[in-house]
């Protein structure tokens, strides 16, 4: 479970080096990049959507819990061009915003920001909440361990996420 | 307090839905009018059983849920009695609103608006200043308990209810489709299920009965889950192959099914309908449904599997999840999943939970396009010609079997044609009153 609520104190400024880490990831799910979307992934990746701020996973449904090969088989199912629900795919902008270091622990570091995200398909759709990042530093850089997205509107009904979110 | 259904709010009671709704076809405007709607309201959800609830999620005394029935607001309550009422959620004063969480326990609601309280058996308890009212106050309570559907009924843990008391009787009602109840209960050794790991719900802007008609059809997977199936593992069958023995079966009364037990028996596997997966992956369910079946009878359910069977008007066994849809409005729908626990198969429990998240909800690997479909549907309605949605594939296939119209060639429309027969029969049924 995520303690989405504890005041946990920003270790100083957050460093540029991470938040141009998340802006990356926006602009690669914003642009549909799914290869390179794809290949932030750790190994041991997990990419989460609960159906409320407090759920855990293990005994409640989620609408995305992907380890990293669902997250593979994902984006396979996103590339293969019969993907109606992203057909056209959808065009997207998001903006992150009071980003936050939640914690530190050698080479994992959690961080949090805000999110906005205008989607277009038929229709243009707000999507809004909070994104929770696990990274991990290693000798390549920084991997993306584990994704939370905490929508606003998780607990009531939601349209079609069939994009990166 | 009874519910009295305004028949004087309606105007489409004049439609002739005869001409409608045809053998093999029936008129575009049943999904985009919002008089049809209404009408769809009043004779199909308020005046017929419609699944409300599982009691798994109402266990205690004081549990509730919020739902609907059509379009109005409900609670599904349990009292200390241990009865299951379903409420209308309309404070009896001035409407407000009575119970705002989704699910909760109390042992009484209080009314934000002027603070009246009742009691989650639908008593009203106390009004503030009460000295306000001619009447006494034993007058008034007697009066102004919120509103309660006049049957409720339960069958597999599955909670129906009938808002006017019209509906008869509740088994009857299932008819064909209890045994379908049936066969999931059977699934658990201890014989029950819990939906304890909750729902996820989808917003569609689809009428309900296009996303009704979509769950029990079995032309469409080749080519709407073609991703899945290419990009990512093959179908569980090959619907591709001419010998598939998968049956798709109208089983009267709006009810409907896609047999897949024909097609497992065949292939004479365990668990086709859950990955595949060998035995020794569940030993513990193994055993238990052997002690309680015996070794043969256990081998015939786990070659069987679950349903894949919609009930009547808006409750659908998806195999190891339940579903059930909530109308809005002419052009969108609530459709809400749940993950199956069967009871005494702890071993399974988190794997069905990540397999409804692959396939099922709005990120679903199959369900994000069935949606998808729904909505170009909807969409490809508003033109007005030609004016008919044709149901007319496979009369040749079809053979009456005890459980009903059953056809062996999966891409027939029978379970569709099915849904619109017994509708037609509920709208002609109150249009003379
Ligand atoms: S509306 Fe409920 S107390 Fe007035
Ligand atoms: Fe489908």
């Known amino acids: 479970m995520t303690d989405t609520r504890t005041e946990t104190a920003s270790v100083g400024t957050v460093p540029a080096e991470l938040v141009d880490y998340m802006v990356h990831e926006a602009r690669l799910a914003d642009e549909n990049r799914y290869e390179e979307w794809e290949s932030l992934w750790a190994d041991d990746g997990i990419y989460w959507i609960p159906t409320g701020d407090d759920k855990d996973p293990e005994t409640q449904v989620s609408f995305v819990f992907d380890n990293r090969h669902r997250i593979g088989s994902r984006i396979a199912q996103l590339r293969s061009g019969r993907r109606h629900s992203q057909t056209p795919p959808s065009k997207m902008r998001r903006q992150l915003a009071n980003f936050e270091v939640l914690s530190e622990d050698g080479d994992v570091i959690e961080v949090a920001a805000n999110f906005s995200l205008f989607e277009h398909r038929y229709a243009t759709t707000i999507w809004a909440g909070r994104y929770l990042y696990l990274l991990r530093r290693t000798a390549d850089g920084i991997t993306l361990v584990k994704k939370t997205v905490l929508l606003i509107n998780n607990e009531g009904p939601i349209k079609t996420i069939a994009f990166i979110l | ?433």
């Open chain 2, 1 to 433: 307090m009874t519910i009295r259904l305004e028949t004087e709010r309606l105007v489409a009671d004049d439609v002739d839905y005869d001409q409608l709704i045809l053998r093999d076809r029936v008129h575009g405007s049943l999904y985009t009018d919002p008089a049809i709607f209404d009408k769809e309201m009043r004779d199909i959800y308020e005046n017929q059983w419609v699944f409300v609830a599982h009691e798994s999620e109402i266990k205690e005394p004081g549990d509730y849920v919020r739902r609907r029935i059509g379009t109005q607001p409900l609670i599904v309550a349990r009292g200390k009695d241990l009865k299951v009422r379903v409420l209308l959620n309309r404070c009896t004063h001035r409407a407000n609103m009575l119970c705002q969480s989704d699910a909760g326990n109390a042992t009484l609601f209080r009314c934000s608006f002027h603070g009246w309280t009742f009691s989650n058996d639908g008593r009203l308890q106390g009004v503030s200043f009460r000295g306000g009212y001619e009447q006494e106050l034993s007058e008034l309570r007697a009066e102004l308990g919120l509103a309660e559907a006049a049957q409720v009924g339960t069958y597999g843990g599955f909670v129906f209810a009938n808002l006017t008391g019209d509906a008869g009787d509740l088994e009857e009602y299932l008819g064909n489709a209890k045994g379908a109840i049936d066969r999931l209960v059977q699934l658990s050794p201890e014989g029950g299920i819990d939906l304890s790991a909750g729902w996820m719900k989808h917003d569609n802007n689809a009428n309900w009965k296009v996303v009704n008609e979509v769950q029990v059809d079995g032309y469409h997977p080749l080519f709407v889950h073609e991703s899945l199936y290419k990009a990512v593992k093959p179908a569980k069958v090959d619907y591709s192959s001419d010998e598939l023995r998968v049956a798709v079966r109208d089983l009267g009364g709006g009810h409907s099914e896609v047999d897949y037990s024909r097609e497992y028996q065949n292939q004479d596997r365990e668990f086709i309908w859950f990955s595949s997966i060998p035995r020794t992956r569940v030993p513990n369910y193994v055993e238990a449904m052997e002690a309680l079946h015996g070794p043969e009878k256990t081998h015939e359910i786990l070659v069987d599997g679950p349903p894949h069977t919609f009930i009547w008007p808006n409750l659908f066994l998806a195999e190891m999840q339940v579903m059930f849809v909530e109308p809005l409005a002419v052009e969108r729908t609530i459709q809400y999943t749940a993950p199956i626990k069967l009871l005494g198969a702890e071993e399974m429990s988190a794997r069905i939970i990540r397999q409804t998240e692959g396939a099922m909800g709005p990120a679903g690997f199959l369900i994000a396009d069935d949606a998808e479909m729904g909505e170009r549907n909807q969409i490809g309605l508003h033109a007005q010609e030609p004016e008919w949605v044709l149901f007319a594939r496979g009369f040749e296939s079809e053979t009456v079997e005890e459980r009903g119209i059953t056809s062996y060639d999966r891409t027939s429309e029978t379970s569709q044609r099915g849904m619109w027969q017994h509708y037609r029969t509920l709208m002609t049924e109150k249009t003379n009153d």
